[in-house]
T-cell receptor, first 115, second 117 residues
Framework: AQKITQTQPGMFVQEKEAVTLDCTYD???????LFWYKQPSSGEMIFLIY??????QNATEGRYSLNFQKARKSANLVISASQLGDSAMYFCAMRVTDSWGKFQFGAGTQVVVTP | KAGVTQTPRYLIKTRGQQVTLSCSPI?????VSWYQQTPGQGLQFLFE???????NKGNFPGRFSGRQFSNSRSEMNVSTLELGDSALYLC????????????????FGEGSWLTVV
C-alpha cells in the first residue's frame, strides 16, 4: 500500500528565511509522481511543484524547490526567502499507477511566517 | 484558461436533507475527483470520474454519490445529511486518471463549504 507521511504538524519561520517541509513516502511502484500543494485559509489547494520518480534533477519553481532523495523515499519542499503570504497549510501528495492513479495526501504542515 | 469552478461556494443544510455540489473542470481535462476535508480527518478521497465512469472510489458510505457528464462536468450528491458531513468539499481535475507524469497534475477548485445544522 502507498503512504505519504508529513511529520511536522506546524512550524514558524521568520520572513526572508528559508524553510524545509518534510515528506516521506512509501510505494513499491517504480513509477510515481510527487506533488506539493499550498492551501491558504481561503481553502483553495494551489499546485506548487512536481517531481517524477525518474527525474534525474530536483524540481524547482521560483522560490520552491524539491529535495528529492529517492533511496530515502523523501521529497522535502524548500521555500526560500519566506514571505508573509507563504503562511498556509502545505500538503505533499503522491500518485502511482498501480492504484489506478489515485492521489494520496499527507496530513499537511501548517506554516506561519512571522515579520 | 479558466480554472476548476465549484458551485456553490457556501451552503448550510439541515440534517436529513440532501445536497448536490457541482464542478466544472479545466477545459480539456477529462478526469474529475472529489475530496472531503475536515479538521479531524484531513483530506479524504471520495471518488474519481473519467469519461463518465467512476474509476476510483474512497471509503465513504453509499450516501455519497457522484456522476460525470459528457462535457466532463461533475456533480456529487450527499443524501440524508449528518452533522459529520460538515466539511470543505474539493473538486479537482486532470487530463486523465492513470498517468503519473507532470502533465497529469491535478488542479483544485476553491471548494464548497458545507455546514450541516
Amino acid at each position: 500500500a502507498q503512504k505519504i507521511t508529513q511529520t511536522q504538524p506546524g512550524m514558524f519561520v521568520q520572513e526572508k528565511e528559508a524553510v524545509t517541509l518534510d515528506c516521506t513516502y512509501d510505494t513499491s511502484d517504480p513509477s510515481y509522481g510527487l506533488f506539493w500543494y499550498k492551501q491558504p485559509s481561503s481553502g483553495e489547494m494551489i499546485f506548487l511543484i512536481y517531481q517524477g520518480s525518474y527525474d534525474q534533477q530536483n524540481a524547482t519553481e521560483g522560490r520552491y524547490s524539491l529535495n528529492f532523495q529517492k533511496a530515502r523515499k523523501s521529497a522535502n519542499l524548500v521555500i526560500s526567502a519566506s514571505q508573509l503570504g507563504d503562511s498556509a497549510m502545505y500538503f505533499c501528495a503522491m500518485r502511482v499507477t498501480d492504484s489506478w492513479g489515485k492521489f494520496q495526501f499527507g496530513a499537511g504542515t501548517q506554516v506561519v511566517v512571522t515579520p | 484558461k479558466a480554472g476548476v469552478t465549484q458551485t456553490p461556494r457556501y451552503l448550510i443544510k439541515t440534517r436529513g436533507q440532501q445536497v448536490t455540489l457541482s464542478c466544472s473542470p479545466i477545459s480539456g481535462h477529462r478526469s474529475v475527483s472529489w475530496y472531503q476535508q475536515t479538521p479531524g480527518q484531513g483530506l479524504q478521497f471520495l471518488f474519481e470520474y473519467f469519461s463518465e465512469t467512476q474509476r476510483n472510489k474512497g471509503n465513504f458510505p453509499g450516501r455519497f454519490s457522484g456522476r460525470q457528464f459528457s462535457n466532463s462536468r461533475s456533480e456529487m450528491n450527499v443524501s440524508t445529511l449528518e452533522l459529520g458531513d460538515s466539511a470543505l468539499y474539493l473538486c479537482a481535475s486532470s487530463l486523465n486518471f492513470l498517468s503519473v507524469g507532470s502533465g497529469n497534475t491535478i488542479y483544485f477548485g476553491e471548494g464548497s463549504w458545507l455546514t450541516v445544522v
